[in-house]
């Protein structure tokens, strides 16, 4: 049906940069908001940012000032640009999407990616 596939993980020492892509693919009509999420160890699954399809973002505080996410429309991927890294930035990064479908009627599905390994060492 639809596929949301993340990429980007890794290893950086604390201060670097990564950057996240996602991409969508199958059954497509439209699609709504986009998001990231992380899970540290132990830890609840936690909102990282989100963007909307007209381009409004929001974030957590814990990343303002240090994260953008952004999305290009015509390839279904949204980005996530991942600076000032902190040792607590280390968790599995999972990607979000609200998905428009079309089966003889439109209907929204949500759905989430496998997630990407990042570790950011002291």
């Known amino acids: 049906q639809v596929q949301l596939v993340e990429s980007g993980g890794g290893l950086v020492q604390a201060g670097g940069s990564l950057r996240l892509s996602c991409t969508a693919s199958?059954?497509?009509?439209?699609?709504?908001?986009m998001g990231w999420y992380r899970q540290a160890p132990g830890k609840q699954r936690e909102l990282v940012a989100t963007?909307?399809?007209?381009?409004?973002?929001n974030y957590a505080d814990s990343v303002k000032g240090r994260f953008t996410i952004s999305r290009d429309n015509a390839k279904n991927t949204v980005y996530l640009q991942m600076n000032s890294l902190k040792p607590e930035d280390t968790a599995v990064y999972y990607c979000?999407?609200?998905?428009?479908?079309?089966?003889?009627?439109?209907?929204?599905?949500?759905?989430w990616g496998k997630g990407t390994l990042v570790t950011v060492s002291s």
């Open positions: 199958g059954r497509i009509f439209s699609i709504n908001a």
């Open positions: 979000n999407a609200d998905i428009r479908q079309y089966n003889g009627y439109s209907y929204y599905m949500n759905y």
């Open positions: 963007i909307t399809n007209g381009g409004s973002t």
